[in-house]
């Protein structure tokens, strides 16, 4: 702890302990090495069960958690909340099975080829309806990455049309199923969200907050900045602030932190996803505070997020404090290299444990 005083005069912030409710913890040794970055400062995340083979099971959910929880560091309160993989073979029973458990809180749908490791998911959204018809009945939340994979479908508009030709019908044929639409990157996504508040939620990412398409290719092409969905113009980028920092309680704060080891990331076919993790908190207080919009983090990273889960708010708070560091070039990580989100550049934040 730095003397009182040097920090008199620092701008500080104190916020309920947030969630992160969209994270990728992979497994193996990686799992262990990525998990200290995230339970740092977040007390729960949504996490996403694109693993090889994907936790498609209760069974394998509740293997995953406990792997999970024996790879925290010993002073940790981290509580993972789980999500299964829907697949066009998932029986309806898993869903019954996963309301009881009381650890899965969601179904994670990915199109078959949009994403990582997403080969198992779903071709034919109609195949899964009685899945959803499950769902809809006990009030487990459908979390969707919004992407076409129609391969004549432009890449910068796959979400769009994801929400005209999937998610709208769903919508509709579940008046009471719970949607989270996860990663949003536009501003139609953003106002889509706006007008189903009650039973329809988005994440947002920093790194969508924090950059355009141009990041893609400044000065050369800059694979750390590749994630799916991918990067939008400076509109959109715009859009998803002002709907980050409205404050409205269907926005919430999910990373999608997703680490990829370099060499799969600097590659002639790169893996998509952005490592945020170690100063996801810190970048977001950054854009928060650039929009004046500081006063509203609270209701974007620890409030909305348990009112849509129909979770309790964390009791206990983390403090953020305007005071710089420089994040490495990238990290050693379970052997391999990694390059976080801001590598060799500035954070203006630091997240530090609240004193009380
Ligand atoms: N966001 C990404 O670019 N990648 C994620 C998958 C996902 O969330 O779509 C990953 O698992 O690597
Ligand atoms: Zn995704
Ligand atoms: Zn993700």
């Known amino acids: 702890m730095p003397p009182a005083d040097e920090s008199a005069g620092t701008e500080q912030l104190r916020l309920i302990r947030p969630d992160d409710w969209h994270l990728h913890l992979r497994d193996n040794e990686l799992l262990a090495a990525v998990l200290p970055a995230t339970a740092r400062c977040f007390a729960r995340a949504i996490v996403m069960p694109n693993l090889k083979p994907p936790v498609t099971t209760v069974a394998a959910a509740a293997a995953y958690r406990e792997w999970i929880l024996a790879a925290l560091p010993a002073s940790s309160d981290f509580q993972p909340l789980m999500t299964l993989y829907l697949t066009e073979a998932t029986p309806v029973g898993e869903i019954e099975a996963a309301v009881h458990s009381g650890f899965v809180h969601g179904i994670k749908y990915y199109p078959a080829g949009a994403t990582t490791n997403s080969e198992n998911g779903v071709r034919d959204i109609r195949r899964v309806y009685p899945v959803l018809a499950a769902m809809e009945k006990h009030g487990l939340p459908l979390l969707l990455h919004g992407e076409v994979t129609d391969p004549e479908v432009d890449?910068?508009?796959?979400?769009?049309?994801?929400?005209?030709?999937?998610?709208?019908?769903?919508?509709?044929?579940?008046?009471?199923?719970?949607?989270?639409?996860?990663?949003?990157?536009?501003?139609?996504?953003?106002?889509?969200?706006?007008?189903?508040?009650?039973?329809?939620?988005?994440?947002?990412?920093?790194?969508?907050?924090?950059?355009?398409?141009?990041?893609?290719?400044?000065?050369?092409?800059?694979?750390?900045?590749?994630?799916?969905?991918?990067?939008?113009?400076?509109?959109?980028?715009?859009?998803?602030?002002?709907?980050?920092?409205?404050?409205?309680?269907?926005?919430?704060?999910?990373?999608?932190?997703?680490?990829?080891?370099?060499?799969?990331?600097?590659?002639?076919?790169?893996?998509?996803?952005?490592?945020?993790?170690?100063?996801?908190?810190?970048?977001?207080?950054?854009?928060?505070?650039?929009?004046?919009?500081?006063?509203?983090?609270?209701?974007?990273?620890?409030?909305?997020?348990?009112?849509?889960?129909?979770?309790?708010?964390?009791?206990?708070?983390?403090?953020?404090?305007?005071?710089?560091?420089?994040?490495?070039?990238?990290?050693?990580?379970?052997?391999?290299?990694?390059?976080?989100?801001?590598a060799g550049e500035s954070v203006a934040w630091s997240c530090l444990p609240d004193p009380d």
């Not at 908190?281 to 004046?292: H, K």
């Open 155 to 342: 890449i910068f508009d796959r979400e769009a049309v994801f929400i005209e030709r999937i998610l709208t019908p769903v919508l509709a044929d579940f008046p009471g199923l719970k949607v989270v639409l996860e990663h949003i990157t536009t501003a139609e996504a953003a106002d889509f969200v706006r007008g189903h508040s009650q039973r329809l939620a988005a994440t947002i990412t920093v790194h969508h907050l924090l950059h355009n398409r141009n990041a893609l290719f400044q000065g050369g092409i800059r694979p750390h900045h590749y994630c799916l969905p991918v990067l939008k113009r400076e509109r959109h980028r715009q859009a998803l602030v002002a709907a980050a920092t409205s404050g409205a309680p269907e926005f919430f704060l999910g990373t999608d932190s997703a680490p990829h080891p370099r060499g799969q990331k600097e590659s002639a076919c790169g893996c998509a996803g952005i490592y945020s993790a170690p100063a996801a908190i810190e970048l977001y207080a950054e854009v928060f505070a650039a929009a004046n919009a500081l006063d509203r983090l609270e209701a974007f990273a620890s409030r909305n997020g348990p009112r849509f889960y129909g979770l309790p708010e964390n009791t206990d708070h983390i403090r953020l404090v305007r005071r710089p560091w420089t994040m490495p070039e990238s990290l050693n990580l379970a052997g391999d290299r990694l390059v976080p989100l801001r």
